[in-house]
Every structure is written in structure tokens, then in C-alpha cells.
């Protein structure tokens, strides 16, 4: 899976933007806050309707009406166009001009797998921010995961407002509750499973994946630790009465949380800054390799400022991991000085400066 180009229109700094990107490594180099990250960010976007950080209006250039990303993407030499448009009314996906009115459906047309900083805070911040992580590359994965996880969150949705009325009742709607919680209980046990199938899958390459980049020989773990597994249906009416006061539904997969293990100790206390990046990367790469056994198919990868916790030779062992990928990759740096040139063979260079991106080198 690969974009041939890529347009922007009123996205973040850039008026307009017109880029071909190459097969393989594409580096986009310039100083901090010139914009290098903006333009992962508009491939984020257009593959999966969102932003990783800020609000859809955010994405708007200041003093403009709309926001307008096109990719041209090949996918197994199956070539079609994707167009998110943003604008203070709203959002509107297209293919091949074509509008799509359900998301879901438009989300897995072109999978992308990102390394941000931000994304440190799987290992270090709340379960919400992991389960949320999961779920949107999951989604991008298996339809299936993504149908009945929006299943889920409408029954919660709507079990949660029964609760309410519940608790401010003096005659409750038990029997409905019984439903509902029937209802719920059949779909998080779905979710349970498949999230528990996609733990494992990553867990299969994780650790060579983390000694690949470290050199390190230890156990790296990602744990799935589901709030309810078993019996799911009693467990949740066992808490009627807590759930009742509380109005809202105490456990559940919108509960479940995840953990990164290194030899057995929790990551998030006791694995430095750097190593919880490197970290963060190993499981990119590792899902990667999941996507490519499920779709036969490469995601794009886009890695900001992924060189400045690798050493020299970790940088060229990367890329030359990335080349051989055949990975359509887009990488942001302030420099290429670590980099050999005999590895950067296919890579296209990018030089971003004043708000403008402009093509510098190809390396044939």
C-alpha cells in the first residue's frame, strides 16, 4: 500500500501543498516547527478521518473556511483517491469522488501506522489513551472489530441512560435492564475475544522486533488485562446495585486496560524515556508485520522524529530494515548526517522550509 501523491489545501500551515512521494523511504528534514510533522499528520488524516491530537477545526489554516486532503493511493496496483474535506459544519470523506457517509466504512481503505511522540503515552498515560490506541488500529485491520465495537459503545450508551432513569425511579425498569445487560454481555464478550487474539498476535514478534532495535536480550510483553473475562453477563448484573448508584456501567471492555512488561516489571516505572520510545517503535513495526500477514499488504509507516533516541548505527540498521520492507515509509529529522548513503538507495529527501515542502534529492 502506497501514496502516490499527496495534496494539501488550507491543512495546518500549508495554503497549498502538492507532493509525489517516493516508494520506499521518504525523509521530509527541516528545523523544529516548520511544519514536518503537519505533513504526517494530513496522511494520518485522510487515511483515518482524524487527528491524533486536536480537534477536526484545529486542522483548519487560520483565516480559511476548510481544510482539504487528497491521496492518490495503489493498493496491490488498485489505484483510487481519497478526499477528506473539514470545515466548521463538518467532515465529508470521498473515494474515487464518491462521499461515504458511515466512517467505518471508509476507515480501513488505506492503512497507515504511526509513531509520534505522543504516542509515549500508551506506556505512560491512562488506560483510555492505550485502549484507544489499540482501537484504532485494530479498526483499521478487521471490520468486524470495528462494527462491534461501535455495537458496544451504543448499548453502553444506552444502558447507562437506563441507569439514570433507574436511579432516579421509584418504580425502575428492571426487565429492560436485564436486556440491555444481556445485550452487552454478548457483544464485550466478542471484543474480549478479539482483542485477546490481536495481544497475542503482536506478542508472537514483539520481542525480536525490541532486541532488533536495542540489542537487548530481555522479555518484552504487551499484557491485555480485560476488566470482566469470564461470565461476563452475571459479573455485570453482580454490580446492579453499584452501577445503579454510580449511573453509568463499572466494568466492560470501555474498562479494559493494557500493560508493557519488560522482564516482568512495569514499563511505565521503570523503563526510561528513551526506552519507552523504543518500545513504542517495536510495537509499530511488530503490527505492522500483523497487517502484512493479514492483507498481504504493507502499511504505510509514518515515524516523527524517530532517530532521536537510536545511536548511529541503530539509525542505518532501521532504514535498511525499512528498504528491505518495501515499506512505503515518511519519515521526519533536523538531519541526515548519521544516515550512510549507500542504504538510502530508492529514498526520496525532502526539504521543508517557510511553510513550503520542496523536492531535494532522489537517491537512485
Known amino acids: 500500500m502506497k501514496i502516490d501523491n499527496i495534496t494539501l489545501n488550507n491543512f495546518r500551515n500549508y495554503s497549498k501543498q502538492e507532493l509525489e512521494l517516493g516508494k520506499k523511504v521518504n525523509f521530509f528534514i527541516g528545523n523544529n516547527g516548520s511544519g514536518k510533522t503537519n505533513l504526517l499528520e494530513a496522511i494520518y488524516v485522510v487515511a483515518l478521518t482524524k487527528s491524533y491530537k486536536t480537534a477536526d477545526i484545529n486542522l483548519i489554516k487560520y483565516g480559511e473556511d476548510y481544510a482539504r486532503v487528497i491521496a492518490s493511493v495503489n493498493n496491490k496496483n488498485r489505484k483510487f483517491q481519497l478526499k477528506l474535506i473539514v470545515s466548521e459544519q463538518g467532515k465529508k470523506a470521498m473515494v474515487n469522488s464518491s462521499e461515504i457517509k458511515k466512517l467505518s466504512d471508509y476507515i480501513g481503505a488505506f492503512n497507515v501506522l504511526s509513531f509520534f511522540p505522543e504516542d509515549l503515552m500508551i506506556i505512560k498515560g491512562s488506560p483510555r ?3 484507544y490506541f489499540i482501537d484504532i488500529i485494530y479498526g483499521q485491520i478487521d471490520k468486524n472489530y470495528l462494527s462491534e465495537l461501535s455495537n458496544y ?3 453502553l450508551k444506552q444502558r447507562n441512560e437506563l441507569l439514570k432513569k433507574i436511579s432516579e425511579s421509584n418504580e425502575p425498569d428492571m426487565t429492560l435492564l436485564d436486556v440491555l445487560t444481556e445485550q452487552i454481555a454478548t457483544s464485550a464478550k466478542q471484543i474480549v475475544s478479539m482483542r485477546e487474539l490481536f495481544v497475542n498476535q503482536i506478542n508472537s514478534s514483539l520481542k525480536s522486533m525490541y532486541r532488533f ?3 537487548r536480550n530481555v522479555d518484552f510483553i504487551f499484557r491485555y488485562n480485560p476488566s470482566v473475562y469470564e ?4 459479573a455485570l448484573k453482580s454490580k446492579y446495585k453499584s452501577d445503579i448508584i454510580l449511573k453509568t456501567t463499572n466494568i466492560g471492555p470501555h474498562r479494559d ?3 508493557f512488561l519488560i522482564d516482568n516489571l512495569q514499563a511505565k516505572d521503570n523503563a526510561s524515556q528513551g526506552e519507552q520510545r523504543l518500545m513504542g517503535l517495536a510495537l509499530i513495526l511488530a503490527i505492522g508485520d500483523i497487517i502484512y500477514k493479514i492483507k498481504n499488504e504493507r502499511p504505510v509507516l509514518l515515524l516523527d522524529d524517530v532517530f532521536s533516541e537510536l545511536d548511529h548505527n541503530r539509525q542505518n540498521r532501521l532504514i535498511k530494515y525499512l528498504n528491505e520492507l518495501d515499506s512505503q515509509t ?3 529529522t533536523t538531519t541526515l548526517n548519521n544516515i550512510d548513503k549507500s542504504i538510502l538507495k530508492g529514498s526520496k529527501i525532502f526539504r521543508v522550509q517557510n511553510n513550503t515542502v520542496r523536492e531535494e534529492h532522489i537517491y537512485e
Not at 461470565?231 to 452475571?234: A, L, T, Y
Request: negative net charge; charged residues 45%.
Open 129 to 131: 489513551e492505550r485502549r
Open 213 to 215: 532495535l536495542t540489542d
Open 257 to 259: 486496560d493494557y500493560d
Open 231 to 234: 461470565d461476563i453477563e452475571n
Open 153 to 155: 459503545k451504543l448499548i
Open 330 to 332: 515518511v519519515i521526519t
